[in-house]
């Protein structure tokens, strides 16, 4: 790896299965991400340019990544760089994770659910929980000395929709959103319950069993497209952070520069 500078900026780029998110670290705060579908390569551009002008023209910068679908890293970067004329890096292959994993085979571990641990982390300085609601949805849990611990995988609630239409003669795409209670009095209420209310189960029952494990309840924290849904039925959750994979992206690179 090579070394890395410190900047008084970054644009951190979050290239997810669904979604890419840029957004501008100006060192005290993240400005608003742009964001815009993974598949939708013709208004990649664009994206990039509505980020990047973000930047000061006379700030220092650097581009880091953080991806979780290789082949996509590959064209965004070519494209991150003949808009902005700056360097890309990326976390893991050219920056240290933010976190250290205690987990069996730290190279499977996804750099999305790392960062958000981290950034998490950072923040609360303790133990926590972090769970992910995007295309799938991760649970997972950080030590109060800030060990990454592993976690939890499950289908996300737009791939439960999919797979109950996908795979049944009868049942219907349901579009995400809360029913008015909790009897689904349709089939389309029927499926949305199940699955949120799972969603929600599922989500109490592998905290608890952290919980459990830790001997007391890490602070919970959500992030994700479907992260304020699912806090809306939950009253054990303690914040939601859209941009929390953004923050721990950011948080990679200023670590390894050596900066606060």
């Known amino acids: 790896m090579h070394p890395i500078a410190p900047v008084d900026c970054l644009l951190a780029v979050d290239i997810g299965n669904s979604r890419i998110g840029l957004a501008v670290d100006d060192g005290a705060k993240l400005q608003p991400a742009a964001r815009v579908a993974g598949a939708d390569r013709a208004h990649w551009r664009a994206a990039i340019e509505q980020a990047w002008a ?10 880091v ?17 003949e808009v902005s004329g700056a360097a890309v890096v990326a976390v893991r292959e050219d920056l240290p ?39 799938a949805t991760t649970i997972d849990c950080v030590s109060e000395d800030g060990r990454f611990l592993g976690g939890a995988i499950l289908p996300g609630i737009e ?41 929600v189960g599922a989500l109490r029952e592998i905290v608890e069993r952290y919980a459990t494990a830790l001997n007391h309840w890490p602070q919970l924290v959500l992030t994700g497209g479907n992260a304020p849904l699912i806090a809306s039925m939950a009253d054990f959750v303690d914040s939601v952070v859209p941009d929390l994979c953004l923050m721990g992206i950011a948080l990679a690179y200023r670590k390894a520069a050596g900066q606060k």
């Open 54 to 63: 973000g930047v000061p023209p006379r700030a220092t910068h650097a581009i």
């Open 65 to 81: 990544i953080g991806s979780v679908v290789p082949q996509r890293t590959r064209e965004l970067a070519v494209l991150l760089e």
């Open 97 to 135: 994770l933010p976190l250290p994993l205690d987990v069996e085979n730290p190279a499977e571990v996804g750099v999305d659910r790392v960062c958000s641990a981290a950034a998490a982390y950072d923040h609360i300085g303790g133990c926590c929980a972090v769970a992910s609601f995007g295309t």
């Open 159 to 199: 791939m439960c929709y999919d797979v109950l239409q996908q795979r049944t003669a009868l049942l219907p795409r349901v579009a995400s959103g809360r029913s008015e209670g909790p009897f689904g009095r349709n089939t389309s209420e029927a499926i949305a319950n199940g699955v949120l209310f799972g969603a």
